[in-house]
């Protein structure tokens, strides 16, 4: 039986040239994934820390991403 709490949820973001990152929720917090990276940047403990992060990782004057969830 389930409770309905989601243990799992994938959040990508999209600039104007497309996708440039997600997030992904996860059993210990929420990862941060740049698109063309190998490893995760890290893991956060709110999806609004870990969307901030994905922000800050984004080169000076970038448009802010729009994050869609999958």
């Not at 389930?2 to 973001?13: F, H």
């Not at 969307?51 to 869609?68: H, Q, V």
Request: charged letters at 25%; aromatic letters at 8%.
């Amino acid at each position: 039986m389930s409770d309905g709490t989601m243990t799992k949820g994938t959040w990508v973001a999209f600039g104007p040239a497309g996708a440039v990152g997600s997030v992904h929720r996860t059993a210990t917090g929420y990862e941060v994934r740049m698109i063309g990276e190998d490893r995760a940047r890290g893991v956060y403990p709110t999806l609004d820390v870990a969307k901030s992060a994905l922000r800050a990782a984004l080169p000076p004057g970038s448009d802010w991403p729009e994050f869609r969830e999958h």
